[in-house]
Nanobody, 128 residues
Framework: QLQVVESGGGLVQPGGSLRLSCAVS????????MGWFRQAPGKEREGVAC????????YYPDSVKGRFTISRDNTKNTAYLQMNNLKPEDTAIYYC?????????????????????WGQGTQVTVSS
């Protein structure tokens, strides 16, 4: 059974950067398409970055494109999210989880895979 632990969140000023990590256990990461998702208070969870199992395909919504970069190291069973030029609207709890193969279709979508495979998340707060 896949389990994830997210880390790396914190308080950062607008324009700052953070790097989130997602440690996967219970299985091997290379079996999964992975994604980072976030949920702000009063809003639905949204996908902010997805990556195919071999890192060949990535997808970002327009809201974060050019600022966020997803990566993975299958040898370390870890996925990452580098976030640059952070904005107050990026404030949310960030989760990593297996993602749907919709990242490989047209149009691409970054949505969670079926199943309740969420970790505790890591809080990101962007504020001056």
């Amino acid at each position: 059974q896949l389990q994830v632990v997210e880390s790396g969140g914190g308080l950062v000023q607008p324009g700052g950067s953070l790097r989130l990590s997602c440690a996967v256990s219970g299985t091997t990461l290379n079996k999964y398409i992975m994604g980072w998702f976030r949920q702000a208070p009063g809003k639905e969870r949204e996908g902010v970055a997805c990556i195919s199992s071999n890192s060949a395909v990535t997808y970002y919504p327009d809201s974060v494109k050019g600022r966020f970069t997803i990566s993975r190291d299958n040898t370390k069973n870890t996925a990452y999210l580098q976030m640059n030029n952070l904005k107050p609207e990026d404030t949310a709890i960030y989760y990593c989880a297996p993602a749907s193969p919709r990242i490989l279709t047209t149009p691409r979508l970054c949505v969670p895979a079926p199943g309740d495979l969420w970790g505790q998340g890591t809080q990101v707060t962007v504020s001056s």
